[in-house]
């Protein structure tokens, strides 16, 4: 059973940056399609970004040209960098299979201040 934990979230001034990572623990993910998630109060789970075994990546509207997904299937983790950060991207920041649904990691909090 794949087990995900991300980090790395954190209070920021708008404009400021922010690397998250997400380590996945009892079994190889390299294989999958990961993505990562966010989801602000009141609103649903919406996908952010995702990244093929072989490094294809794809953004929505919203963060691309801001976001930078990554993964490092030696070390299991898949990354995204975040860069010129608004307030609107505030939100718990999760990452998944978007192949094989896991189970859901604790998230990550972002907080990001104008």
């Known amino acids: 059973q794949v087990q995900l934990v991300e980090s790395g979230g954190g209070l920021v001034q708008a404009g400021g940056s922010l690397r998250l990572s997400c380590q996945a623990s009892?079994?190889?993910?390299?294989?999958?399609?990961m993505g990562w998630y966010r989801q602000a109060p009141g609103n649903q789970r919406e996908l952010l970004a995702t990244?093929?075994?072989?490094?294809?990546?794809t953004y929505v509207d919203s963060v691309k040209g801001r976001f930078t997904i990554s993964r490092d299937s030696r070390k299991n983790t898949v990354s995204l960098q975040m860069n010129n950060l608004k307030p609107e991207d505030t939100a718990v920041y999760y990452c998944n299979s978007v192949s094989q649904g896991l189970p859901w990691g604790p998230g990550t909090q972002v907080t990001v201040s104008s």
């Open positions: 009892g079994s190889s993910v390299g294989a999958f399609i």
């Open positions: 990244i093929t075994g072989g490094g294809r990546t």
